[in-house]
């Protein structure tokens, strides 16, 4: 079970982390405990499985990748585990998912393509097609995007 301190470290670890040398110092004093009170608690979130990771989110469209594929892949129920594990660890493939299939949309693995270009998406799922073997996909290409937030918990009701 959470407790309220808990509940204000993970609402700050919602935010943005300070660019600076001791960032966790920084959180701390926020949250009025000490560095090592605040590690030895996110180290706890991570063996209990509460926290997965602490990472930097790069906003892909700022830093130069434009185009954006989510590429559906037709995949056998007895290949789908190890081509997502194919998929996964390709460095321009991002979420990798397993979704179910219908009559009209056999399509059950999807993974995110990030390019500067539709040009470069296409060669890389051209890539991934000969590493895994599945020459049956759609890319659905974005248009436009309308939000991008991550999931906030333990908010304020407004």
């Not at 110092?25 to 991570?46: D, F, P, W």
């Not at 009559?103 to 890389?124: N, R, T």
């Not at 974005?142 to 991008?148: C, D, R």
């Amino acid at each position: 079970m959470l407790d309220k301190l808990d509940q204000e470290i993970i609402k700050l670890l919602q935010e943005n982390i300070p660019l600076a040398e001791h960032p966790y110092m920084i959180l701390a004093n926020q949250l009025g405990i000490t560095e090592e009170e605040l590690l030895k608690r996110l180290n706890r979130y991570k063996e209990e499985g509460i926290l997965r990771r602490v990472a930097v989110i790069l906003n892909h469209r700022e830093a130069g990748f434009k185009a954006n594929g989510m590429v559906a892949w037709l995949v056998s129920k007895d290949k789908r585990e190890e081509v997502a594990k194919i998929l996964a660890r390709y460095s321009a493939t991002t979420h990798v998912y397993q979704r179910p299939t219908y009559p009209d949309w056999p399509y059950s693995l999807f993974s995110m393509v990030h390019g500067q270009s539709q040009a470069e998406v296409e060669e890389i799922v051209q890539e991934l097609s000969e590493l895994t073997g599945i020459d049956d996909y759609q890319i659905l290409y974005s248009t436009e995007e309308l939000k991008k937030t991550s999931m906030k918990y333990f908010i304020e009701e407004q």
